[in-house]
């Protein structure tokens, strides 16, 4: 909806930590250097295949996956913002084996650890698809005065302070949740602002899209495999069969689904028993975001964001999306999910 005043978000982000007189305005900064992040990142993506910044790195990840150009360069960015954030402690990328804590002084004080995504949907950048950047961030739970320490990273979900998300798609948006709710904000390039553009997202209780690689069905449990039977299954009155929708970039597949509803999901498969997507900064976020819309985010033993994490790129399957469609497919996932 267009304002009658545009609302920036560094205006919205103040606005919002005024109602709690004890806030001391340390994570609007942070969600300002996130955005700054996004800006610069966006710049880059603008110019894809007008510069040399598209196709391969020539590296692989901790995780064995190709980087591409702008995995690095996005993460090179976002390393470089939050080592020069006075709020920033230290960080944990999906393209670094390890987290790194900043050592200075400063930063030994700063109370919160940033885990980001820095460029999500790889395969999508050179055929001009959406991608984004993911981050989480959390108080953490080390002693302030000292670097802060691994544990700070593997902190389970339901202690997120804000996670949110930069897409860059047919507009730049950037999407943030608190406690408080979920906002969006577009980014008007004329000023070079993200402006508030959908103020309090909820995620529609019912949807009628499924999001999933069907492609690996054949791998599914048979109470996988049941779920997408019901999904193609014809039930006018339930609009049934429900669309099926997959760009393959987590964040442009869950943005469609947060506003419009639906049900996005990874799950375990017989090659990939812990499913592919990274829990602390892919799904814990998203699942944060999500139910933060009123929305539910599942693996398949219980809730994403009560998975205590022990390890830091470890993978969880999920469920996530309209709390109604998460539920029906829960009952047909937890029943019967014997991968194998
Ligand atoms: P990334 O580009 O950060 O490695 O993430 C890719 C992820 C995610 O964005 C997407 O949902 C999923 O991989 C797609 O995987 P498939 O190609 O196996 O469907
Ligand atoms: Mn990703
Ligand atoms: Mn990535």
Same mark, same amino acid.
């Given at each position: ?50 510069? @040399? ?17 702008? @995995? &690095? ?13 006075? +709020? ?10 390890? =987290? ?29 698809? $959406? ?20 544990? @700070?990273?593997? !902190? ?12 860059? %798609? ?33 995620? $529609?209780?019912? %949807? ?5 690689? !069907? *492609? ?20 006018? +009155? +339930?609009?049934?069969?429900?669309? =099926? ?5 987590? &964040?442009? @597949?869950? =943005? ?18 812990? *499913? ?31 998975? &205590? ?16 469609? &998460? ?14």
């Amino acid at each position: 909806m267009p304002q009658s005043k545009l609302i920036t978000m560094d205006e919205f982000t103040i606005q919002e930590t005024r109602k709690f007189p004890q806030a001391t305005g340390e994570l609007s900064t942070l969600l300002r250097d996130i955005g700054l992040a996004g800006k610069i990142i966006n710049k880059q993506v603008r110019r894809a295949g007008l510069e @040399d910044i598209l196709g391969k790195h020539g590296a692989t990840n901790v995780q064995g996956e190709e980087q591409m150009k702008l @995995d &690095v360069y996005s993460n090179d960015i976002m390393i470089d913002i939050f080592m020069n954030s006075p +709020e920033c402690a230290g960080i944990a990328s999906e393209e670094n084996d390890d =987290h790194v804590c900043y050592e200075d002084t400063f930063s030994a004080n700063s109370k919160y650890v940033v885990l980001f995504d820095p460029l999500d949907g790889s395969s999508n950048i050179d055929v001009n698809a $959406p991608i984004g950047t993911i981050f989480a961030i959390y108080r953490r739970v080390s002693e302030l005065g000292k670097p802060c320490t691994k544990e @700070d990273f593997l !902190q389970p979900g339901n202690r997120l302070m804000a996670a949110g998300y930069v897409i860059y %798609g047919s507009s730049t948006m950037m999407v943030y949740a608190t406690k408080l709710g979920v906002n969006g904000f577009t980014l008007e390039p004329s000023i070079g602002e993200f402006c508030l553009s959908h103020p309090n997202i909820k995620c $529609p209780e019912n %949807g009628k899209i499924y999001s999933i690689n !069907q *492609g690996n069905s054949s791998k599914y449990s048979d109470g996988m495999k049941a779920y997408l039977d019901y999904c193609m299954e014809n039930k006018k +009155e +339930e609009n049934r069969p429900y669309s =099926h929708r997959y760009i393959g970039s987590m &964040v442009g @597949d869950l =943005h469609r689904t947060l506003i419009k509803g639906g049900i996005f999901m990874y799950p375990a498969d017989k090659s990939s028993t812990k *499913g592919k997507l990274r829990l602390q900064y892919e799904c814990n976020p998203m699942a944060f975001i999500v139910e933060a819309a009123g929305g539910k985010a599942m693996c398949n033993t219980g809730n994403i964001l009560d998975i &205590v994490p022990t390890e830091l790129h470890q993978r969880t399957p999920i469920f996530i999306g309209s709390k109604n469609m &998460v539920n029906k497919a829960m009952e047909f996932v937890m029943e019967k999910e014997v991968v194998g």
